[in-house]
């Protein structure tokens, strides 16, 4: 009976270093139920329940083809036989787990487009297996591993009008032609193109002198801020000039303030009263495995410059940063700047969220059918960056409820938005369940940590290194104007660019004079300018004069 077995399933001796010793213990094994796990959910859907026998068959095959995936992985890591024959009993142990073997079996539905990569590295986690690879693609694997079982089905004259793969085939390749080449779920290509675009700190706009900060990553000198709850209350808006708050009640960019003075106080009150909590603490660790969180939506306001943006693209490059086989272990980031977005959707380019992501203006986009399941899964976090950046009030009106609609579709997901909270409106959001948070300032410990890692980061070490370090923690230290700057991420980046060559001023308006020219005269405005299209015909000039006018 054993010989018989590996015959039907087509296992020889040669077939493989681990895949003939664990197809041989379980052909021994005739009478095991075959069906009760590996095909548990994927008969539901079935015109007819296949024999015993050709579950066997089939069984036996999907799983030498899985194992001999996992086994040219390890060889392409170019691990020695002896080496590979140590992970045997693991992967014994691993095929033979409920869970594992319930997803495995999925890729016989016909419907599976993808399998939860998540839940098996997990488990060979869990089982204290041997690490595989640095470079080992699970989605890769998972992937061919379906198209595999898909080719034994068609290859079934018993299996294929039980399952009708072959016709279903045949209609989304029809469809495919029509739509063109989609893309792929690669996560490594995906984390590459994190890395890419938000790997480097972008400085080139606060740094005219040409220097080249090459080894700057923003993982290495990121700092975690604090945040503090205001649900109910957001106390910026209320110390806004009568008349700019007027302006922006008539334009319908701010709810309208009906606070009583008395009722003001109370707000104020409760909102300082509210517990002050890290970053990490509200949104999780991203270095760490998902945990509990206070907030599973959540809405990050902050002044320009506060560093709401640079924390969204610090949870994605951490997550970019692991070995391609860990990447499943951890929520997927989906970092959109809402501005492409809607820029996007107002084209007509995309009709939704996970629309954008398959095909949109993105550095690296992912299929959606694959990132589908991902989604209904969990196995995502996704940050929405910028809601503030959508000018159009109507046009933002549409992007929020998009948000929302994602969050309603797929309850699972955690989500994060960030706007400035000049013009954000809080209601819609807080009826969909989101919490809001106020981005604090840098406290005295963290500026200090951040002009140590500045100056380590971009100075070699000697005296100039050091005093260039104490000249800018003494102005921090000895000036309140600047110390109150210093306060606000960007300003603190900033100061640290001009104290590079120059002692900082010590009051805030020559300190601002500077930064600004600084700024202004990187400001692409013209460009920007000429992106309305119902500009693109003017011949348009602005000089340094005219944005220090706007401004």
Known sequence: M????????????????????ILQDLAKDAAKDYGKDFFKDCLKKVIRLPEPDVLKEAYGKALKVFLELIEDELKEANYQEAIIKQYIPYLKKFIDRADVAEALGMAFDVECKAINTALLVRTWAALNSPLLPEDMDWDFVCKSYIKSVKKIVQNSDKLRPIFEVQTLDKMADAAQELVGIAPVFDLGKYAEGLQERYGNLKLESLDTTGVYYNELKLWKIFIPQN?????EFIPQVYELPKDRSRLLQESGQLDVLELAEAELENHRKRYVEQPIRGVFEVLGNPNELAKEVVAKYAVILGDPGSGKSTLLQYLALIWAERPVRDLPLHPLPL?????????????G?????VSFIHGGNITCRLNQQDLHEKLKNGDVIALFDGIDEVFDPALRDEVVTDIHRFTNEYPKVRSVATSRWLGYKAQRLRDAGFQHFMLQELNNE????????WHDLNFESGADKDRKRERLQKAIRESRSIKELAGNPLLLTMMAILNRNQELPRDRPELYNQASRVLLHQWDLENKLLEDPKLKDWKITIDLKDKQAML
């Open 349 to 353: 380019k995309c009709k939704d969220i």
């Open 227 to 231: 945040l503090r709850e205001c649900q």
């Open 335 to 347: 970092l959109l700047e809402l501005r492409t977005y809607a820029r996007d959707k107002q084209a």
């Open 2 to 21: 054993i010989i018989d077995w590996l015959l039907v399933w087509g296992v020889t001796q040669a077939a493989g270093v681990v895949v003939y010793p």
């Open 446 to 453: 963290q500026m200090q940590e951040f002009v140590q890692l």
